[in-house]
């Protein structure tokens, strides 16, 4: 994608101001393409809307729906390329184009006569798009980096969102960043911006679907694979390299082994790249998959026409992936203990000439959701959970919010022990309290409310995410299984569908719809994959670069966050200990806690 960048004087501002705001858009980006007394945008030249509309229209992203807009839009007998697409659809249709359009987008557009901005992207896309408002100006861009660089406020940080993040509350999804004067635009959501109002509006909501009764069970399995196939053959371009990730479980499965036989029509085939470890990952894992390579190979095969490459990442550096993901996203991460992979594998599948790569990250909440255990006949929860199991589940469900509030009160723990967040940070920004006070952190009472809270529709930040690192790794990332028209699908039919009442298998609608595809040794399989699992033994192999950033971490400001203290005792233990609670406090404190450590030390200068 190329970058957006522009910025709007909504008052009357000192003219140095916005020479000096031009100065910097020109240094970083060249000359804008609009330009007048009140705004100006950078982005791809839209020389056919600036043309026809009275607005300048900037387009960018990749549409899947390209016949169907260009039809609607007077446009079939000629397509044009997906920018503009969205110019065009935008420019008839206004803020009602947002819902026509299908695919990994964002718009902005000007119109001068009304002094009036517009943004909005995607319903559930990989991308970005950033600003900053206050009384005088508003300011976006595609780019953190880029809004950063007009100094438009003093660099604040918002703790609580770093807060959030050390200990897995996950509140921080939506338009907050780390920065406070700088917000994300959310999935599903545009910004309308004039001089004297900022209206935020979520234009598709996944909490709003239907419900979808279809006569037979067998109905709904020929349904998923017609939307699971057209979201699918939607994102593979018509020429060029096409990858995907794929792991031994049935979302990235699901995907390659639809994509393969897809891009074969064409004399095409699928690179894979699983992650694989370096060490013996057994003494970690458990009963999990340490090494997802003889799964993954197994599918490969199924699909008949795809290229699988291992990523280990042998020489890549946990600690080092960790700054330079910081270098990316300019804030702390949840998934810090995979970042060496993660990297790795991008740049590999883009190093081999893949323009394009499929992921199925949104497939644990939507096609392989493991159904609500309430949704089995009563007889089969007894049988799977035990009668004492079950019955604590209903009356949790039951409790009202008073009451719930009070256990999870009694229940917390105030040392945080999954995370290496300093307690008496978490008391004086009052994070036990604000953390309880979060009804979404509560037990939820239907069936879709809790698929709803994994989802996390119009507030979930990883499409941002994988668009920067896509950005910084030379490759376009999109998730077939984040397609809205099939999220809403998954989300509309009854949730008994997704566990087989006759065995209680979870996953049951995925399994069945890839009889065929996907081998029985995947497509049956129960066991959870750890593609992180010999990170211990990795961290031990780059002693030096932990013992670095500890010290860096507790020679600056961060040490007033993270407990260094408790990190160097973990540190310690997982370099004689080889067990499952050595992975686990490897992930959670010590990688997560230098990852934050290091983004409080940078913050304001390197972030």
Not at 308 to 314: E, G, H, K, N, P
Not at 506 to 534: C, F, H, T, Y
Not at 578 to 592: E, P
Request: net charge neutral; charged share 25%; hydrophobic share 40%.
């Amino acid at each position: 994608m190329t970058r957006l960048f522009g910025f709007f004087l909504r008052t009357a501002t000192d003219p140095a101001i916005c020479s000096r705001l031009e100065a910097i858009g020109r240094a970083r980006l060249g000359a804008p393409v609009y330009m007048d007394g009140t705004a100006m945008l950078w982005g791809p030249a839209p020389p056919r809307s600036r043309a026809r509309y009275p607005l300048t229209i900037l387009g960018d992203g990749t549409v899947h729906n390209r016949r169907e807009l260009g039809s609607e839009l007077g446009l079939a007998c000629s397509l044009p390329s997906d920018a503009e697409l969205l110019r065009e659809a935008f420019a008839q249709w206004g803020e009602q184009a947002y819902k026509r359009i299908h695919g990994d987008w964002r718009i902005v557009g000007w119109n001068p006569a009304t002094r009036t901005l517009s943004l909005a992207r995607d319903p559930f896309g990989n991308t970005a798009l950033y600003h900053h408002a206050s009384p005088g100006i508003f300011a976006f861009a595609s780019s953190r980096e880029d809004l950063l660089a007009l100094d438009l406020a003093p660099v604040a940080m918002d703790e609580l969102y770093v807060a959030q993040t050390l200990v897995s509350w996950f509140a921080y999804h939506g338009e907050r960043t780390a920065h406070a004067s700088i917000s994300r635009l959310p999935p599903a959501h545009s910004l309308r911006v004039t001089p004297d109002r900022f209206d935020k509006h979520c234009y598709w909501r996944l909490e709003d679907v239907a419900d979808t009764r279809l006569p037979r069970r067998e109905d709904y399995v020929v349904r998923f694979r017609e939307l699971f196939d057209q979201a699918v053959r939607d994102r593979l371009p018509s020429e060029g390299g096409v990858a995907a990730t794929l792991s031994g479980g049935l979302d990235s499965g699901s995907v390659a082994v639809t994509a393969a036989p897809m891009l074969a029509e064409d004399g095409r085939r699928l690179s894979a790249y699983v992650s694989t470890p370096v060490h013996d990952p057994r003494a970690y894992v458990g009963r999990g998959i340490g090494d997802e390579y003889p799964l993954a190979s197994a599918t490969a095969r199924a699909g008949g026409t795809i290229d699988l490459t291992r990523i280990d990442a042998a020489n890549v550096s946990p600690i080092g992936a960790i700054r330079e993901m910081l270098a990316i996203t300019r804030e702390p991460e949840h998934a810090a203990p995979g970042f060496f992979w993660l990297l790795d594998l991008f740049r590999t599948a883009a190093r081999d000439g893949n323009r394009l790569l499929l992921l199925g990250q949104m497939g644990n909440g939507g096609i392989s959701w493991d159904g609500d255990p309430t949704s089995l006949p009563l007889w089969r929860q007894i049988e799977r959970d035990g009668l004492a199991e079950m019955a604590k589940l209903r009356l949790r469900r039951m409790l009202p919010w008073p009451m719930e509030r009070l256990y999870r009160g009694l229940r917390a723990r105030p040392d945080y022990p999954s995370s290496a967040i300093r307690t008496d940070f978490a008391h004086r920004i009052r994070l036990g309290e604000r953390w309880r006070d979060d009804r979404a952190e509560g037990p939820y009472r239907r069936c879709r409310e809790q698929r709803l809270r994994f989802i996390r529709p119009g507030a979930l930040k990883v499409g941002a995410l994988y668009a920067e690192v896509g950005a910084a790794t030379g490759i376009s990332i999109t998730d077939p299984t984040a397609d809205p028209r099939l999220l809403e699908f998954c989300l509309s039919i009854p949730d008994s569908l997704y566990v087989d009442p006759q065995t209680g298998v979870e996953r049951w609608l995925v399994r069945e719809a890839m009889k065929g595809r996907l081998p029985d040794e995947v497509r049956l399989n129960r066991s959870i994959g750890r593609q992180s699992g010999d990170l211990v033994p990795r961290l031990r192999q780059f002693f030096g670069d932990v013992e670095e950033a500890l010290a860096e971490v507790a020679r600056g400001p961060g040490a007033e966050y993270v407990d260094v203290a408790r990190m160097r005792r973990v540190w310690q233990q997982i370099q004689v200990e080889d067990s499952g609670q050595a992975l686990n406090l490897a992930g959670t404190v010590l990688t997560r806690g230098l990852m934050a450590g290091l983004f409080v030390n940078g913050f304001g200068t390197r972030y």
